[in-house]
């Protein structure tokens, strides 16, 4: 702030704080309007181009997925959800939608259709899913709107799946994405959170088979995403090294919508 | 006689300004998002006094039906957020200006002198260098709070992996709550805040923008006199 032309005289007090103020104040009204012109900017930008995302500015589109990856770095198997004693559960556990349900199914006829990368396609039934050692977690299901509810599950693990049906050369894929069977609920997953050894794929709730509205007879628990991404009623699961479809991803979303 | 009197640094100045907008933002996404699960009331013995927040209040802040879109800015602007408050407090520590910031022993009491003297109840107010006490305590507490804001903000957004700091918080629950308090305390602050810098005048703040205050001193006498016997 000092004078840096010792050449000219000095300035006498009330020439320095004209001057101070003229400085101050003009940088001060620029970086108002500029701050300014740039939410305006901000808030009138185009949502972005529609494709795996849509429904968000494109920069804060970006912004998420740069976010996702400086978050990713602290994903780790060995934090695991907090579980809790049984008696914690909800016994009137929530519903909050019904996307993907709506349409007729006939659940004696459901199998579970697996699409490998290389296209190889192998059905599961979900009596081989029973079949397998069960998994229950007790946790607080944790839902994007701000909610949570402690839940009782229980099935098999994502991880225990994949290797009992030779898909363990799958994890290797960047993604794992599952539909309902009309394929109107979609969601696209991260391999690190699908196979974290809380990720299971439940076939009860509170000890007894899913009911319907909560996605029977095999529906997604992944502790470690909130709500939104854990489907009901899987139809399908493929595997792939770009980001699957993903139903509330393309409503302006977080993909990763990781916790 | 007119002095330059420095008051303020340039970068407390611009990281002062550059916060304005940043937390006026969280604060209006922070809504955007609490609205689908607006949960909280002060309601004592059975009885809502206040619900947050009234319907009339969202409509006219069209914050209804918002969510996804609140999400997108609020963790956009929260490294700002962040970024801005990292680069005041490591100012702050390494030029020393926190000595002029951090309360001392003597504010907590001096701070209840300084309201008594705000509120016209009491003539003189404690003696003061660059903030007084109840500014000390004020100043520093919204700095605790921006911290608190962050802490509490990666409990609820990353309670898995950041499951330390939730548990720090109190659990899930208690960390959204203590973050929406701190936003009600921010809301709080800027009020009482506004109305102090209107009454502490022109001069006050302009000094939060060209960083001096002017000040009237009496001119010194040019040559000291003279003791005889020297």
């Known amino acids: ?259 | 006689m007119k002095v330059i009197k420095e008051k303020h640094s340039l970068l407390m100045r611009w990281t002062h300004w550059v916060n304005f907008p940043i937390l006026t933002i969280m604060i209006w996404s922070g809504m955007l998002i609490y609205w689908s699960s607006d949960t909280y009331s002060i309601t004592l013995f059975g009885h809502t006094f206040y619900k947050f927040f009234p319907q009339g209040f969202y409509n006219a802040l069209n914050i209804p039906g918002r969510l996804a879109e609140g999400m997108a800015f609020h963790f956009l602007f929260m490294w700002l957020f962040a970024i801005n408050g990292v680069v005041y407090i490591l100012y702050t520590l390494i030029s020393g200006s926190w000595r002029e910031l951090v309360p001392q022993r003597k504010s907590f009491k001096e701070a209840w002198l300084v309201l008594l003297h705000d509120l016209h109840i009491r003539k003189m107010a404690p003696l003061q260098n660059k903030y007084n006490a109840a500014q000390r305590i004020a100043y520093t507490a919204i700095i605790v709070m921006g911290f608190g804001s962050l802490i509490t903000g990666l409990a609820i957004y990353k309670p898995v992996q950041f499951s330390t700091l939730t548990w720090l918080c109190g659990g899930y629950h208690a960390a959204r709550i203590e973050h929406f308090v701190l936003t009600i305390g921010y809301v709080l602050f800027f009020i009482i805040h506004i109305v102090q810098v209107i009454l502490a005048g022109w001069n006050n703040f302009r000094s939060v923008i060209s960083g001096f205050e002017v000040v009237n001193t009496k001119p010194k006498p040019a040559i000291e006199p003279q003791k005889d016997g020297e």
């Open chain 1, 1 to 259: 702030m000092e004078n840096k032309n010792k050449v000219k005289k000095e300035l006498t007090v009330d020439q320095q704080i004209s001057r101070r103020n003229f400085i101050s104040f003009g940088v001060f009204g620029v970086m108002a309007f500029a701050v300014y012109e740039g939410w305006q900017w901000l808030y009138h930008t185009p949502k972005e181009v529609r494709g795996v995302t849509a429904g968000a500015k494109e920069p804060l589109r970006r912004a998420l997925n740069k976010t996702e990856l400086a978050f990713r770095n602290f994903f780790s198997n060995n934090h695991l959800v907090k579980t809790y004693p049984k008696e914690r559960a909800a016994k009137n556990v929530r519903v909050n939608s019904n996307i993907g349900l709506k349409g007729k199914f006939i659940i004696e006829d459901w199998k579970l259709n697996v699409t490998k990368a290389n296209g190889e396609t192998m059905q599961v039934t979900i009596d081989q899913i029973k079949a397998l050692p069960k998994t229950e977690i007790v946790y607080d299901f944790k839902c994007v709107e701000g909610w949570d509810q402690i839940q009782h599950w229980g099935g098999l693990k994502m991880i225990d799946f994949m290797e009992h049906f030779n898909l363990v050369d799958q994890t290797k894929m960047s993604y794992v994405g599952m539909m309902t069977p009309d394929k109107g609920y979609q969601v696209g997953l991260d391999m690190p959170s699908a196979i974290h050894p809380q990720t299971i794929l439940a076939y009860e709730m509170n000890g007894q088979p899913i009911p319907g509205n909560h996605g029977a007879p095999l529906r997604l628990i992944i502790p470690v995403k909130y709500g939104i991404k854990n489907l009901k009623r899987i139809g399908s699961i493929t595997f792939s090294n770009t980001r699957p479809p993903d139903y509330w991803a393309r409503e302006g979303y977080d993909y990763y919508s990781g916790l």
